[in-house]
């Protein structure tokens, strides 16, 4: 993480919160109160401190705290969903984990590049994919159930699967046993396997993306 140039002041990073939406005013009211019930009645002067009650609260996560630092406080809401965190990005999207504002469900939230938007061939692509992957229903593929708009803000919300990709499972733990790889494989070409009997070819198979 690239060090920050100049912290923030308690009021200046509650500025910050505020701006961004992602607490509700008076759970943050709340907190806030509980924090100075904890502190002498006073606020700690240490903007590390209060951010770090806020995430033991569950109002902000970590990645938000480093974005509100850096002074970026635009973005984090999305159509209903409030977004957590980094999933993953690639050439043709970013992907979030999301928290549907008021059912509080998990979603992975595909976001288009604000700057692909006027690109209307990319935009078709992006529909295209969303169409496609909502057309199928298979165990062994990730579901999509939205695809929708905030502005010039185009995105796909799918089903968030926890855990890790294959290449990061063998990058951290090294290579599997041979039973484990197989029934890996086995279950991917099963939803290959489906994918195409729908007349649909994926066209990026790697571990990365089971």
């Known amino acids: 993480r690239h060090k920050r140039m100049a912290k923030l002041s308690v009021d200046n990073f509650l500025d910050f919160v505020e701006r961004s939406k992602l607490a509700d005013a008076d759970q943050l009211a709340k907190s806030l109160e509980k924090i100075r019930a904890q ?15 806020l995430i033991a609260a569950g109002l902000i996560t970590k ?6 630092m850096d002074k970026k406080y635009k973005g984090f809401i999305l159509g209903k ?3 957590l965190r980094l999933l993953g990005s690639g050439g043709m999207s970013t992907v979030y984990l999301g928290e549907h504002t008021l059912m509080h469900r998990l979603r992975a939230i595909k976001v288009l590049p604000k700057g692909r938007v ?3 061939s990319y935009l078709a692509r992006f529909v295209r994919e969303a169409q496609a992957t909502a057309s199928l229903d298979h165990p062994n593929i990730v579901k999509a159930y939205d695809i929708d708009n905030d502005g010039d803000t185009h995105y796909l919300v799918m089903e968030y699967i926890e855990g890790r990709d294959l290449q990061n499972i063998v990058k951290q733990d090294g290579p599997l046993p041979l039973e484990v790889a197989c029934n890996y494989i086995a279950q991917a070409a099963d939803g290959f396997q489906y994918a195409h009997e729908n007349g649909l070819i994926h066209r990026d198979v790697k571990p990365a993306n089971l």
């Open 81 to 83: 969903y409030k977004l």
């Open 63 to 68: 990645w938000h705290v480093d974005k509100l």
């Open 39 to 53: 502190n002498s009645g006073t606020l700690p002067e240490d903007a590390d401190r209060v951010a770090e009650s």
């Open 118 to 120: 006027n690109d209307s």
